[in-house]
């Protein structure tokens, strides 16, 4: 199955935001997720590694390997518990266990110009027992005065997926391997307010296309006839996206810093979100920092789900995969950063998340980091 992963043109962002300066270091990191009700558990190692090459040059290498395990919930049939098309005609909407291995490595490099202009190029693959994923961006940000104080960021990626699609035809185990694409294009501007604060404002579209479809969510079909069926989803093979995210950093003390961030989201599937992450920073010492943080989540539900098994006769595009219904969120979160010396860390983070859905999830993120 297509586990979750940050695409390049994010991970670029996110080096880029808010005046954050490259340096040479290695880090190790161990993520530990785990979902309430059994359902999806994931172990992910990762490795990452920064290098200045001279004053112009900076490449940031990363690679994770994920295990995940669990059930996702999707229509089943409740005796003979075919996934798809055969069986009794006795549905029931349960967990369907599964199992997957995710290997994944991007690669940043980031050219400095004499007026400190950046451009930075990127790539990132990912392989999955039924899923390749491969990304291409480019990014530069332009400092419009001397004193580097505003800068604009434009960036662009491209994506190409390949989906193996199981769920053909399960009695003779046929299966289909399908394709799709995504575009994204960013513009932003970076502004430094004050000593103590800057500012990041971008705006983003995104246009996908090909099989959207995922291949392990099934829906029901004339429930109330003869011709009851068990079928794979279907979803729309184009979506267009647009939205804005706005982020801010300050110093409140010498001590205590703070980080926000509001991100609206759109597209032609009528899911319309907003995001509001807030992450406040105590440096007790020169050793210890504390953090602190609360997200909020909301969406609207896509104009092709509905999650009773009743409902679907024929229409064209139907899912009842629960990531595309109305729900809200809240992620609570907290971590330790100890530098043992100049060189060397080591960080702790827990998040604690709590859907309107019943879901309930926890995820810690443990790691060490040598600067050299």
């Given at each position: 199955?297509?586990?979750?992963?940050?695409?390049?043109?994010?991970?670029?962002?996110?080096?880029?935001?808010?005046?954050?300066?490259?340096?040479?270091?290695?880090?190790?990191?161990?993520?530990?997720?785990?979902?309430?009700?059994?359902?999806?558990?994931v172990m992910a190692?990762?490795?990452?590694?920064?290098?200045?090459?001279?004053?112009?040059?900076?490449?940031?290498?990363?690679?994770?390997?994920?295990?995940?395990?669990?059930?996702?919930?999707?229509?089943?049939?409740?005796?003979?518990?075919?996934?798809?098309?055969?069986?009794?005609?006795?549905?029931?909407?349960?967990?369907?266990?599964?199992?997957?291995?995710?290997?994944?490595?991007?690669?940043?490099?980031?050219?400095?110009?004499?007026?400190?202009?950046?451009?930075t190029v990127g790539v990132d693959v990912s392989s999955e027992s039924d899923y390749e994923s491969k990304t291409g961006s480019v990014e530069y940000m332009h400092y419009t005065d001397s004193s580097h104080n505003r800068a604009i960021i434009a960036g662009v990626g491209a994506t190409f997926n390949e989906i193996l699609n199981r769920g053909v035809d399960v009695?003779?185990?046929?299966?289909?391997?399908?394709?799709?694409?995504?575009?994204?294009?960013?513009?932003?501007?970076?502004?430094?307010l004050t000593q103590?604060?800057?500012?990041?404002?971008?705006?983003?579209?995104?246009?996908?296309?090909?099989?959207?479809?995922?291949?392990?969510?099934?829906?029901?079909?004339?429930?109330?006839?003869?011709?009851?069926?068990?079928?794979?989803?279907?979803?729309?093979?184009?979506?267009?996206?647009?939205?804005?995210?706005?982020q801010f950093a300050t110093k409140l003390s010498e001590d205590v810093s703070l980080l926000g961030e509001y991100r609206y989201y759109s597209d032609d599937w009528k899911i319309v979100s907003n995001t509001i992450d807030s992450n406040l920073y105590y440096k007790l010492n020169n050793s210890f920092t504390f953090g602190t943080g609360l997200r909020y989540y909301n969406q609207?539900?896509?104009?092709?789900?509905?999650?009773?098994?009743?409902?679907?006769?024929?229409?064209?595009?139907?899912?009842?995969?629960?990531?595309?219904?109305?729900?809200?969120a809240y992620t609570y979160k907290g971590s330790i950063d100890f530098k043992q010396t100049k060189k060397l860390s080591y960080n702790l983070g827990v998040e604690l998340y709590k859907q309107s859905t019943a879901l309930k999830a926890t995820s810690i993120l443990t790691g060490v980091k040598y600067k050299y």
């Open positions: 199955m297509q586990l979750t992963k940050l695409s390049t043109i994010t991970a670029i962002a996110l080096v880029t935001t808010l005046s954050l300066h490259a340096e040479n270091y290695v880090s190790v990191e161990y993520l530990q997720y785990d979902e309430s009700d059994d359902r999806v558990s190692p990762s490795l990452s590694l920064s290098l200045d090459i001279g004053i112009d040059y900076n490449i940031k290498a990363d690679i994770v390997n994920d295990s995940v395990s669990g059930a996702t919930p999707t229509y089943k049939d409740s005796v003979s518990g075919a996934s798809a098309t055969s069986g009794s005609g006795e549905y029931v909407y349960e967990n369907q266990s599964f199992s997957d291995n995710r290997t994944a490595g991007s690669l940043l490099v980031t050219k400095r110009f004499e007026n400190r202009d950046e451009l009695e003779s185990g046929a299966s289909s391997k399908e394709s799709s694409n995504s575009l994204n294009f960013e513009l932003g501007l970076s502004q430094v103590k604060s800057t500012m990041k404002v971008t705006a983003f579209a995104i246009k996908d296309s090909g099989y959207l479809t995922n291949p392990h969510a099934n829906v029901v079909r004339d429930y109330n006839s003869a011709n009851r069926r068990l079928v794979t989803e279907n979803r729309p093979d184009s979506r267009t996206a647009y939205g804005a995210d706005v609207t539900e896509a104009s092709f789900y509905n999650k009773a098994k009743d409902y679907f006769s024929n229409q064209e595009y139907a899912s009842s995969d629960e990531r595309l219904s109305s729900f809200s």
